[in-house]
């Protein structure tokens, strides 16, 4: 079981199993969350709240709400609109601790400009 959790702990979700990759991706939004997505169905995440219900943020094609902490402000996970026509959720693993999440491969994706997945620069 995989545990994320905001900062102080009011917003919590567990996951069975660990993505297959997550995904980095660089448009203006998560770039400034520094979010790291993991995918999954929405009946594949147990989603606790303590005391406060998180608030939801839209932006540009308001396709996605991303769920932020009302108390320490954490973006926690997104969840696909109606209008979107997309069935997975993303947990951002920038909320899980790093023992488990060091061994799930992250992938990049160029949402600022191409839309499209970008191979990892070479080393050397």
Known sequence: MIQASC???????????????????????CLRIAAQ???F??????L?????????YQWGDKNIDFHHC???????????TKQSGREK???NFSMVDKADREE????YFDGADTWQF????CEG
């Open 7 to 29: 900062h102080c702990g009011n917003v919590s979700l567990s996951i069975q199993q660990p993505p297959r990759h997550l995904v980095s991706c660089n448009c203006s939004i």
């Open 37 to 39: 997505w993991g995918y």
């Open 41 to 46: 169905l929405p009946e594949d995440i147990q």
């Open 48 to 56: 606790t709240i303590k005391q406060a219900n998180t608030v939801a």
């Open 70 to 80: 009302p108390q320490c402000g954490c973006t926690t996970h997104y969840i696909p």
């Open 89 to 91: 959720m993303a947990v």
């Open 104 to 107: 799930i491969n992250i992938k």
């Open 118 to 121: 970008i191979e990892p620069a």
